[in-house]
């Protein structure tokens, strides 16, 4: 079978499928219900989803409505698929609509598009293709839909509390070509020990998850502007940063502008939280001046944990970096700063932690997902480097991340695409886009790794 050209058959459908779901802002939200627990508009892109396989005649299931399955084939052995469609926040400086789903230069712009809609629709539309073409399963084929994958996991945890675990497992959500090692992932809150100390500092804040770096920081100081201006548009003149200080209801607000990316490599962003503090730092006494240079000091110009003592590498899967996701301070009651650790695999987690203390600061750890990793002879492997040799031409290398996937839930999962090597990640970035080509060349490397897995060959 021609993958690729049965793909490019199906591409304006799978187009206008994605359109559909990136139209539905399924960002986590207080408006949970018991019938909706991450918000309704995450509800109903589960239920898109859902609704998509009872139409293609698939085995259909909600889970508790915050996942979700479709299956088709017969066997004791399950292949999993794992996908989401939740987002996250889409941040401020879009040219596009980032529910609008626009096609323009062979890119199709949403919030989702590369992470992980456009991934999911492209796996959806393969198994689809291979159900078309005649496929005698001898596996269970298992589309796992999830609705909580930027926020904590709680969908795939819960889902596997009740449902069984897949023989094998992979999750479009990644890079081509095969993610067989992740690092850990945990989440440090770091506390200001309030002295009581006050200054000019009112409030500060930035950042709202811990796995995106902080595109904007605002921060309400005392005084008038005059006292603030010009030393604070010579700091933001100096390190070419978007800005703005007003004078409003008795005090100055400061912003800063920075630029927006995944946690796991927070260089490729400008954390914005981190710049506002090292301006203000300079011009504070008490415990926000304390909060300001605890966040200049530990992540300006380091992400690697040098300041705190903690850097750490391995040949497996590169450095251990850190993100201040979400940076807060309110007067009388001091700071916070939460941060997501990237670790590596051979990391030693808990005798690094073990009594970790910062002057000034408790620190907490707030969750610690294991790093994850499949052997390189597992047959699983080979079988996944052969679909994406087959399908592409190239040598399938293996890739350890610093991001997270629905594999590191599985006793046997990767993540599997579908960004491609070279290819620019615009993941939890402003005008995310999907390049429309290569979704298609994923539908037939998706395809033929279902059908090499799960299908009986016709002599």
Not at 97 to 102: I, L, N, T, Y
Request: with cysteine.
């Amino acid at each position: 079978m021609d993958w690729q050209l049965e793909a490019e058959k199906r591409q304006e459908n799978m187009l206008k499928e994605l359109q559909e779901l990136i139209a539905i802002p399924s960002i986590l939200s207080d408006d949970a219900t018991e019938d909706a627990p991450f918000g309704k508009e995450v509800k109903r892109a589960l239920d898109w989803f859902l609704e998509k396989g009872r139409e293609n005649g698939y085995e259909v299931k909600n889970v508790d409505n915050i996942a979700g399955h479709l299956e088709i084939g017969s066997g004791e052995e399950l292949l999993g698929i794992l996908g989401h469609v939740d987002v996250v926040p889409t941040g401020e400086g879009w040219t596009k609509d980032p529910f609008g789903g626009v096609i323009e230069n062979g890119k199709l712009f949403g919030r989702g598009a590369i992470d992980d809609k456009g991934p999911t629709i492209a796996a959806w539309t393969a198994l689809n293709l291979v159900k078309d073409a005649g496929c005698e399963f001898n596996k269970r084929v298992r589309l796992i839909i999830g609705t909580d994958e930027e926020s904590g996991f709680r969908c795939v945890e819960n889902y596997f509390q009740k449902e069984e675990m897949p023989t094998m497992a992979f999750a479009p959500d990644a890079d081509f070509p095969i993610i067989n090692a992740e690092k850990g992932i945990a989440a440090l809150i770091f506390s200001q020990v309030y002295s009581g100390k006050e200054d000019q500092l009112i409030s500060f804040k930035s950042g709202d998850r811990t796995n995106m770096v902080p595109d904007l920081a605002k921060a309400d100081v005392e005084g008038s502007l005059s006292d603030w201006r010009t030393e604070f548009e010579k700091f933001t003149a100096e390190h070419d940063l978007v800005s703005s200080a007003v004078e409003e209801n008795g005090k100055v607000i400061l912003t800063v502008h920075g630029k927006a990316a995944h946690a796991m490599e927070p260089d490729d962003g400008l954390n914005a939280g981190v710049m506002l503090a090292l301006f203000l730092k300079d011009h504070l006494t008490g415990d926000g001046q304390v909060f300001t240079e605890f966040i200049a000091d530990k992540f300006y110009g380091d992400t690697r944990g040098k300041a705190f003592g903690l850097a750490f590498t391995d040949e497996a899967s590169g450095d251990t970096t850190f993100n201040a996701g979400i940076m807060r301070f309110e007067k009388a009651k001091g700071g916070k700063v939460e941060v997501s650790m990237r670790y590596s695999i051979s990391y030693p987690f808990d005798e690094k932690m073990a009594d970790y203390q910062v002057e000034g600061f408790s620190m907490n750890i707030h969750s610690n997902s294991q790093p994850h990793h499949v052997d390189e002879n597992d047959p699983f492997i080979k079988t996944l480097q052969s679909a994406y040799e087959k399908q592409t031409g190239d040598k399938a290398e293996l890739l350890a991340i610093g991001g997270g996937t629905y594999a590191r839930v599985m006793d046997k999962g990767v993540a599997f695409g579908m960004l491609f090597p070279g290819e620019k990640d615009v993941a939890h970035q402003l005008d995310e886009f999907v390049d429309i080509n290569n979704l298609t060349k994923a539908v037939a490397i998706y395809a033929e790794a279902i059908y090499q897995l799960a299908c009986n060959k016709k002599e």
